[in-house]
């Protein structure tokens, strides 16, 4: 199994990215996609997750209301869109992949996930 992100950029506060996540060699129907987050200094965090199996959907507190997760089960890709963007926001965003779940995905217990891409750099002015 393999995660490949992409969409990381430079932005203006207030601005707008996707992030994408193509998973590859899954076989699996049934599992959690999530994205989490580190910048320098501070602990992984976790961003949101999704229930491929039906699309429920789990968010960060400090993310709800600005980020939505997405899937493309054609594509095999999960997406972040992220508005309204701040400084805090800046990370190094990771997709990972939780082939263990029953239908509830963590965000708050990054040790469920046991794949994870390569990262993709999200940085906000």
């Known amino acids: 199994v393999q995660l490949v992100e992409s969409g990381g950029d430079s932005v203006q506060a207030g601005g707008s990215l996707r992030l994408s996540c193509v998973a590859s060699?899954?076989?699996?129907?049934?599992?959690?996609l999530g994205w989490f987050r580190q910048s320098p200094g501070k602990q992984r965090e976790g961003v949101a997750a999704?229930?491929?199996?039906?699309?429920?959907?789990y968010y960060a507190d400090s993310v709800k209301g600005r980020f939505t997760i997405s899937q493309d089960n054609a594509k095999n890709t999960v997406s972040l869109q992220m508005n309204r963007l701040k400084t805090d926001d800046t990370a190094m965003y990771y997709c990972?992949?939780?082939?263990?779940?029953?239908?509830?995905?963590?965000?708050?217990?990054?040790?469920?996930?046991?794949?994870w891409g390569q990262g993709t750099q999200v940085t906000v002015s």
């Open positions: 060699g899954v076989t699996k129907s049934r599992y959690c």
């Open positions: 990972a992949a939780d082939f263990g779940s029953n239908g509830y995905c963590y965000t708050d217990l990054d040790t469920q996930y046991t794949v």
């Open positions: 999704l229930f491929t199996d039906g699309g429920r959907t």
